[in-house]
């Protein structure tokens, strides 16, 4: 416990002495101080946690002197910028200022868990060095303006819970350099970008909780790096496209409480990392494919609440990782297979309200972790 201490403090020694990273020799340009004066006076500033000592006159503030959150580096023959502003979680209250583009040499923005409302200004687009833009949390409305299309170098785009609203926008697909897009919690709607793969550097995309309409694009297979793709509560239609199958590195696929129908693509078990699938409260049919049941390292199968017909494989037992394997509500014919009794992760066996028959595993016992057991309504 000692050591991050000291490096914790050997880091601050060179923060303050190297004058590279929060110490300038000078301050900042006037426009950029400002901007920074903008922000403090549009999120009532006087209320923050941390609130910066911003005097009247401007020509006395500088901001690159250890106020809360800002950080700044000499850029440019050694001229002093704001590169970093870091406020979330500090009670921030009112607007983003359409000022904010001005800061020109900004490189992260983390204004989320506050009390912010209205839009997120169309001058976002002028942040070309940004690689970090956090504002979940807060009350943002209107849509997401389609100038961050123009934020070549972001990596993180983070802006769910809130209350934005209208389509995603297709200039997103642009942003190569993206790994990680969250806009769960939304009141988005349209459809997914069609051009969605474009964005080749995705490995987190959260849509959940939008009113998102139409169907999952072909282009997201292009996706190849993607780790997790999550959907639920949408209002997603159409089949799952067979091009899901190119996710190699996929390791959560949560698609839980849309319209989806037709049958799981066979592909699917080309996901060899794939850890949890979730398609709860869907629309999908046909058996399930064989080809899930050589995903070795999967902890959690929920197909519950659709129209899946056929039996359950005795391949089941390939899948010894399994902890939930959840079918309830479906149409599954055929019995039990006895080989169920060796998933010995076993936590959560549901497959009630199916047209199962024959015996129930005498040796079901054995699965000592188990914690529910749902058999009931079947020709058991």
Known sequence: ERLPTLVALFS????????????????????????????????????????????????????????????????????????????????????????????????????????????????????????????????????????????????????????LTRSVPDTICQLTQLIELELQTNRLTGSIPQRIGEAKSLQFLSLDENELTGSIPFSIGKLVQLKRLTMTRNHLFGSIPSSIGNLSSLEELIFIDNYLSGTIPDTMGNLIQLGAIEMISNRLEGSIPSSIYNLVHLRDLQ?????????????????????????????????????????????????????????????????DKLVILYLHSNLL
């Open 12 to 163: 601050l020694f060179l923060a303050r002495h190297s004058g590279v990273a929060q110490l300038c020799n000078s301050s900042p340009p006037v426009e950029e101080i400002e901007i920074v004066i903008d922000i403090f006076e549009a999120t009532d500033g006087d209320g923050w946690l941390h609130p910066w000592p911003v005097d009247p006159i401007v020509e006395n503030n500088n901001p690159c002197d250890y106020w809360y959150g800002v950080s700044c580096n000499p850029v440019d023959n050694n001229t002093c910028h704001v590169v970093g502003i870091s406020l979330q979680n500090n009670s921030l209250a009112g607007t983003i200022p359409e000022s904010i583009g001005g800061l020109s040499y900004m490189r992260s923005l983390y204004l989320s868990e506050n009390r912010l409302i209205g839009t997120i200004p169309k001058s976002i687009g002028n942040l070309s060095q940004l690689t970090i833009f956090e504002a979940f949390g807060n009350q943002l409305s209107g849509s997401i303006p389609s100038t961050v299309g123009n934020l070549s170098q972001l990596q993180t785009l983070l802006l769910n819970e809130n209350r």
């Open 303 to 367: 197909l519950n609440y659709n129209f899946l017909t056929g039996s359950i494989s005795s391949s089941i037992a390939n899948l010894s990782y399994l902890t939930f394997f959840v079918l309830d509500n479906n149409q599954l014919t055929g019995s039990i297979p006895l080989c169920i009794t060796n998933l010995r992760r076993l936590q959560f066996l549901q497959l009630c309200n199916n047209h199962l028959s024959g015996n129930i595993p005498s040796n079901l016992g054995y699965l």
